[in-house]
């Protein structure tokens, strides 16, 4: 893909409120000025395409987009709106948009076809709308880990990880305060701490559609902790990464659920975030965990010193185990 792909705006971005149209507008301004990539280029407006989906659902025509695009951004949303008829079918089109290639939206029956054609590269993955396509593509060229348009849920025979409720904060609160279960984290949580890290978690699932998911027993319905995947802000050693990490209430020892929520949640870091590889680390001193990177098939790569541990604390060493994508290892062999 072109460079130029870098500076296009995010498929879900907004102007005026409406999905796609940042995106319309600024391909617009580079196929007007001769500028936009020839893989782009061909593409621009075209019926079957997302550009042409988009001038079909609100009765626009490629003229009038190209003669629009000389405005700024603010006349441009303000034109958008100034008809009804636009203004009226924005909520509409934003809940088609992020769907388009799911069954029963439009594109349903191109999507598999775009993945064979155009993009062969991310194929491999279980993306399931045209924007899950453009976003994976829009990740490989500028480096970054794929935004979904919508959170994902990850479902085991025991476990559904999903995102997060407000009444999951009270029993999350009651986790964090147990020491049992804080044994191995410089302190247990108050309930504004420990309400502010699920929220924390909450959002981010929000923002980008994964994260540390809210971990729900299936049979019972019964909220149990978290499992899941982040991306570290902490000045580790070995970042950037992202990490697997998990944390259940003593209920829920003993019975393999960190490991098979743990599982599923690998999978969905390699098969839809197509990441190289997947770490987890804890203090030296949680065997407990340790144990479950091991039945994960993680591989022990190191020791470090957490920089955000008190220096001479008992949890200040921690070891790294890292798991490498086994769909990358089984392509290059």
């Not at 391909?27 to 079957?48: D, I, M, Y």
């Not at 453009?134 to 994902?152: K, N, Q, S, Y």
């Not at 020491?179 to 410089?186: G, I, N, Q, T, W």
Request: hydrophobic residues 45%.
């Amino acid at each position: 893909m072109s460079a130029v792909v870098e500076s296009l705006p995010r498929p879900v971005g907004r102007l005026a409120g409406c999905v796609w149209l940042p995106r319309l507008i600024f391909k617009a301004r580079q196929f007007a000025a001769g500028e936009l990539s020839p893989e782009f280029a061909v593409r621009f407006c075209h019926p079957t395409g997302v550009d042409g989906q988009f001038l079909a659902f609100f009765h626009l025509t490629r003229e009038e987009i190209l003669a629009v695009s000389a405005l700024d951004d603010a006349a441009v949303a303000e034109w958008f709106l100034s008809s009804a008829e636009r203004s009226g079918r924005i909520a509409e089109w934003n809940h088609v948009a992020v769907n388009l290639g799911r069954a029963g939206f439009p594109m349903a029956e191109r999507l598999p076809v775009a993945l064979e054609v155009v993009y062969p590269h991310v194929a491999h993955r279980n993306l399931q709308t045209v924007f899950e396509v453009l976003e994976a593509d829009d990740a490989l060229t500028a480096g970054r880990v794929m935004v979904f348009p919508a959170p994902r849920e990850v479902e085991t025979d025991r476990i559904l990880l999903r995102p997060w409720r407000e009444e999951d904060f009270p029993p999350f609160a009651s986790l964090t305060a147990d020491p049992e279960v804080m044994r191995y984290f410089p302190a247990t949580l108050s309930e504004d701490e420990s309400n502010a890290f699920a929220r924390r978690c909450h959002d981010l699932i929000a923002e980008r559609g994964w994260g540390f998911w809210a971990a729900e027993e299936k049979q019972s319905g019964e909220f149990m902790g978290f499992i899941g995947l982040h991306i570290p802000t902490a000045p580790l050693p070995f970042a950037p990464c992202v990490e697997i990490g998990w944390r259940l209430a003593q209920k829920w020892w003993g019975k393999g659920l960190a490991t098979e929520g743990a599982r599923g949640a690998l999978q969905f870091g390699f098969r839809e975030l197509d990441l190289d590889s997947i770490v987890s680390f804890t203090a030296l001193v949680n065997h407990r965990s340790e144990a479950v990177m091991k039945r994960l098939g993680m591989q022990r790569e190191a020791t470090f010193e957490h920089p955000v541990v008190p220096a001479d604390h008992v949890l200040r060493e921690h070891c790294l185990y890292r798991l490498a994508n086994p769909l990358l290892q089984s392509s290059i062999a």
